[in-house]
């Protein structure tokens, strides 16, 4: 079965700081990873995906199978990055669902 | 705003009372998905339509909880005889194919 897991519940950083929210899985095929993003009184939106290789507001995140990690970082930390931050998992073949991990709540601390 | 829109926002409901949700996608996305979300979780797949056509259930969708999606466009979600446990937030996203998934804001159930 598929399994998302983020083992930080919260995490503050100083602004200018680097920051990376980690995200581990398990599953024996082969996912798509992604990041979403849910700022104060927003809907969850999608920050990136593994697949795109992109770099959104700074966030770069890099698929490694061996450690089957998916871990968001970003060099400088800004205070509008704060944010509930959740990893999530779409199996292959599937109707695209997503299995989320239980989120990071980051803080940049001004 | 052309988003997913989620209706109501909130709802308060006693023990045992049947309620229900609905859900209108972006227009031109044949899937829709259902998510329930309780505190300090991420959000949990519940069901997915591709069109009219309901494709996957969780097992978290007792079979006190119905779907349907009729024509294809908005969908409603029923919940009988609802519980303590149900309170959660209930997201709805739409997508075409794999693309463009979208989250609505959801409808925020409190069980009382």
């Known amino acids: 079965a598929q399994r998302v897991t983020q083992p930080e519940k919260l995490l503050s950083v100083f602004k200018g700081a680097p920051v990376e929210l980690k995200c581990n899985y398990s599953?024996?095929?082969?996912?798509?990873l992604f990041w979403y993003v849910q700022y104060s009184r927003q809907r969850l939106q999608l920050l990136l995906r593994?697949?795109s290789r992109e770099s959104i507001k700074g966030f770069t995140a890099d698929l490694n199978k061996g450690e089957t990690s998916f871990h968001l970082k970003k060099p400088f930390a800004q205070e509008e990055d704060s944010a509930m931050y959740y990893c999530a998992l779409s199996p292959a073949n599937t109707g695209n669902q997503f299995y989320f991990g239980t989120g990071t709540s980051l803080t940049v601390i001004p | 705003d052309t988003g997913v829109s989620q209706d109501p926002r909130h709802k308060i409901t006693k023990r045992g009372q049947n309620v229900t949700f609905r859900c209108d996608p972006i227009?031109?996305?044949?899937?829709l998905y259902w998510y329930r979300q309780t505190l300090g979780q991420g959000p949990e797949f519940l069901t997915y339509?591709?069109?009219?056509?309901?494709?996957?259930k969780s097992r978290l969708l007792s079979d006190r909880f119905s779907a349907e999606r009729p024509k294809g466009s908005f969908s409603t979600l029923e919940i009988q005889r609802t519980e303590q446990g149900d309170s959660a937030m209930y997201l709805c996203?739409?997508?075409?194919?794999?693309?463009?998934?979208?989250f609505g804001s959801g409808t925020r159930l409190t069980v009382v």
């Open positions: 593994h697949i």
């Open positions: 996203a739409s997508s075409f194919d794999s693309n463009g998934y979208t």
């Open positions: 599953y024996s095929g082969s996912p798509e």
């Open positions: 339509f591709q069109n009219e056509a309901q494709l996957e």
């Open positions: 227009s031109e996305h044949n899937r």
